[in-house]
Nanobody, 126 residues
Framework: QLQLVESGGGLVQPGGSLRLSCVAS????????IGWFRQAPGKEREGLSC????????YYADSVKGRSTISRDNAKNTVYLQVNSLGPEDTAVYYC???????????????????WGQGTQVTVSS
C-alpha cells in the first residue's frame, strides 16, 4: 500500500524559502508520478507542481513558476518541493500526492492522483 508522509512546513517570514519533503513507502519512487498541492483557508486545493520519472517533464502552476523546484531522490524515496520568495499568499496546507506512473494521464489535477499525504502547514508571516 502506498503511503506518503510530508514534512518541512512551519512558520516562515515573508521573502523566505522552504523545502518540503514527501517520503513515499510501499512503492519505489521511479514507479510513481508525484504532485504537490496546497489548500489555503477558504480556497480550493490547487496543483502546484507535478512530475513523472518517465521523461522528467514537470508542470508548475503560475502561482509558483520561477520560484519553485520539484526534485526527487530515488535512493531515499523522497520528493522535495523548494519554494522561494514566499509571501502571505503562500500560507496553506501543502500536500503531496502520488499515482502509479502507468496510470497517470499527465495532468496536475486532484482527480489524477489516488494517494495523498496528510499535509503539512506552511504559514508565511512576520
Amino acid at each position: 500500500q502506498l503511503q506518503l508522509v510530508e514534512s518541512g512546513g512551519g512558520l516562515v517570514q515573508p521573502g523566505g524559502s522552504l523545502r518540503l519533503s514527501c517520503v513515499a513507502s510501499g512503492f519505489t519512487l521511479d514507479s510513481l508520478a508525484i504532485g504537490w498541492f496546497r489548500q489555503a483557508p477558504g480556497k480550493e486545493r490547487e496543483g502546484l507542481s507535478c512530475t513523472s520519472s518517465s521523461d522528467g517533464s514537470t508542470y508548475y502552476a503560475d502561482s509558483v513558476k520561477g520560484r519553485s523546484t520539484i526534485s526527487r531522490d530515488n535512493a531515499k524515496n523522497t520528493v522535495y518541493l523548494q519554494v522561494n520568495s514566499l509571501g502571505p499568499e503562500d500560507t496553506a496546507v501543502y500536500y503531496c500526492a502520488a499515482e502509479l506512473r502507468n496510470r497517470w494521464y499527465g495532468f496536475c489535477r486532484i482527480a489524477d492522483f489516488a494517494s495523498w499525504g496528510q499535509g503539512t502547514q506552511v504559514t508565511v508571516s512576520s
